[in-house]
């Protein structure tokens, strides 16, 4: 299942942002669907990449871990450049396993505030079937 939605979305040619959860058999199922072992990233290669600035990804990026820590490596300095940045990856497709299931959906991050300061918070999630 999971190959056969991935890949109707690569025949649309969707932005695609592959979240695998530091999963093994995520990564198994990503790269026997043809995922692209060079399209993904480390923790440390998306902070390089933010650090470098103004560098193209590919349209099927993945991502060692969670949604939640990709967001959270984005910083809170140039807030609004980085809002703008991180909802580049989530306009087209995001594709996140958790408890050994593939979540399809759409998001975008705002930023927010409290006492602490300003961060990031997903909004507008759509499932996608």
Not at 7 to 26: G, Y
Not at 34 to 55: E, F, K, T
Not at 62 to 87: D, V, Y
Not at 100 to 125: D, K
């Amino acid at each position: 299942m999971f190959a056969n939605k991935i890949e109707s979305f690569r025949n649309k040619n969707a932005d695609i942002l592959v979240c695998l959860n530091h999963s093994p058999l995520a990564k198994e199922q990503w790269l026997s669907s043809g995922g692209i072992a060079g399209h993904m990233l480390s923790p440390r290669q998306i902070q390089s990449w933010l650090m470098v600035g103004d560098v193209s990804l590919p349209k099927e990026t993945a991502f060692e871990g969670s949604l939640e820590e990709f967001i959270s490596l984005f910083p809170k300095s140039e807030i609004e450049r980085n809002k703008a940045l991180l909802n580049g990856f989530l306009q087209g497709i995001v594709v996140e396993f958790k408890n050994n299931n593939w979540e399809f959906f759409s998001c975008n991050v705002i930023v927010a505030g409290c006492c602490m300061g300003e961060y990031f918070t997903i909004v507008n999630r759509k499932d996608i079937n």
